[in-house]
């Protein structure tokens, strides 16, 4: 068999998970941020580049706009009513017809490895098998199918239908298969939904392929939290936690360091590059790269954000779709989102949002600051307590501040509107009109002082007065 044009990938993710307790399907449910679908897709993608479908059917359109917008060069096939796992190979025939082999695999076995998959297609090649399935040895095997061996070769038990001489075997079936599509093809017609369950089990193909003679293949893994089937919550927080393990040790070998790894939340699609440091009670999540010999602090969230090298992010930043250059430092306390892009060695301080805006290289927002949809220039300081006013009810307008300004405290830019290069404000100004290049804007009431105001209050106050 050509492994990597003719193998077909389908996932199978219509079933209603109804152990989850959720109104949210089973594929959909996330660990470290991504749907548990995410997990098998990147498998079946990382190991061939060949076609992959997704069965779909309660509450699909949910996975099928995921799928649109993460996955879209997978096919949807429709399982509109759920009669069991045969039931959705069977709906998806036309589809997986048109290869010589499909590699099968169910949508909540997150902990999958691309190299499995490959040791699977590689043993059903060497064997001919017309269907091939990775076993395992199960500590506690309740809920899996059990995998019984006999001369004429394997078949599967489900649970429920099993003897309790049946379900103390151990070896469990793991769900991911692969077939030759012409002897798939010569027996699905046959299943029956004769079961406990009353559903037509995907199982049950390798009995009728094995009474017509064609062989069937079990290949025993030795890991047990691999093929970790998620059928509860219990489960996917099991499958979640020896996720985040690995993904931990696996930047750990690479260069990264963690002071207390155990409390430490990185995403799957996250890149960390070496000499990154991250303090206890960091979550990363996403797309996000972090740069070389960035440091980030205790409880600070980063999702889909570009961080570059050097980048000093301290405790309780929260960062969303942003982009921070070399050398930038952010926080305590900051919050980022929406596509803010902060400059080289800029600063972001304590007490800010930034919202949809650029801050230039090496200017400073150090506290207490709302600056959204707004562009400030090159070493521009904003003094402590300034807002962009860009919301007036109906659109957001923009603000734009140029290069080398010095904002004074309190200052609150009326958006629409625009302060020149080297411009000044006075503290406690409301700008309601552009500032040309080089001015100082003051926009705020004249100060008058009562001579002896204070002194009289007090006089009275101690006579008994108020
Ligand atoms: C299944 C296997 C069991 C195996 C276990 C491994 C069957 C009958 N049993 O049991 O032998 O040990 O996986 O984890 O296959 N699905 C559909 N359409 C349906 C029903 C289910 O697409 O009509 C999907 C589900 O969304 C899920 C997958 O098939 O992703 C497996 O279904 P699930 O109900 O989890 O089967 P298990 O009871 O875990
Ligand atoms: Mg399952």
Redesign the pocket.
Same mark, same amino acid.
């Given at each position: 068999m050509e492994r990597n044009c003719i193998v077909g990938a389908l996932i199978?993710?219509?079933?209603k %998970?109804v152990r989850m307790r959720s109104d949210r399907p089973?594929?959909m449910q996330k660990i470290l941020g991504e749907p548990l679908l995410y997990y098998g897709l990147t498998a079946v993608h990382s190991l061939h580049a060949g076609p992959t479908a997704v069965?779909v %059917?309660h509450k699909g359109s949910l996975i099928s706009e995921y799928l649109g917008k993460s996955f879209p060069g997978s096919a949807i096939v429709w $399982?509109h009513e $759920?009669?069991?796992?045969g039931?959705?190979l069977q709906i998806a025939r036309e589809w997986w017809l048109s290869f010589s082999h499909v590699l099968v695999l !169910?949508?909540?076995?997150p902990l999958i490895t691309p190299d499995s998959l490959s040791r699977l297609i590689d043993h059903h090649c060497a064997m001919k098998a017309a269907c091939s399935f990775i076993s395992f040895s199960a500590s506690n095997p309740s809920?899996?199918?059990r995998v019984l061996r006999s001369d004429d070769g394997c078949r599967?038990i489900?649970e429920k239908d099993a003897t309790e001489d049946q379900k103390r075997v151990t070896e469990?079936?793991?769900?991911v298969y692969v077939f030759s599509v012409p002897a798939l093809d010569s027996v699905i017609d046959f299943l029956s939904n004769e079961n406990a369950q009353g559903?037509y089990?995907? !199982?049950d193909i390798l009995t009728l392929l094995a009474k017509n003679g064609h062989r069937v293949e079990a290949v025993r893994s030795d890991s047990e939290t691999e093929?970790l %089937?998620v059928?509860s919550s219990r489960q996917l927080a099991e499958a979640a936690s020896c996720k985040r393990s690995e993904i931990i040790d696996g930047w750990t070998d690479a260069g990264a360091r963690f002071q207390a790894p155990e409390t430490v939340f990185v995403g799957p699609g996250v890149t960390l590059a070496s000499d990154v440091e991250l303090s206890p009670f960091v979550q990363i999540y996403g797309s996000s790269t972090i740069g070389s010999g960035t440091t980030i602090g205790s409880f600070s969230v980063v999702r889909d954000s570009v961080i570059s090298e050097g980048c000093s992010i301290l405790d309780h930043v929260v960062l969303e779709s942003c982009s921070i250059a070399t050398g930038a430092k952010i926080g305590p306390f900051a919050y980022l989102r929406d596509g803010a892009q902060v400059a080289r060695d800029a600063y972001v301080g304590k007490f800010v949002e930034v919202k949809k805006s650029t801050i230039g290289e090496r200017s400073k927002v150090p506290h207490l600051s709302y600056i959204g949809d707004a562009e400030i220039g090159e070493d521009t300081n904003i003094g402590a307590g300034t807002i962009t006013c860009n919301y007036d009810g109906i659109r957001k307008n923009p603000t734009k501040i140029g290069n080398r300004c010095f904002v004074g405290s309190d200052t609150m830019f009326v958006a629409p509107v625009e302060l020149g290069d080297d411009a000044f404000t006075g503290a406690g100004s409301v700008i309601t009109q552009d500032v040309p290049e080089g001015d100082l804007a003051v926009a705020r009431a004249k100060q008058r002082n009562i001579p002896g105001w204070g002194k009289k209050k007090n006089s009275r106050k101690n006579e008994g007065g108020n």
């Open positions: 199978l993710a219509a079933g %998970g089973k594929a069965v %059917g $399982q $759920q009669l069991g796992t039931h959705a !169910p949508g909540d076995v809920g899996y199918g599967i489900e469990v079936n793991s769900g559903e089990y995907l !199982p093929f %089937g059928n």
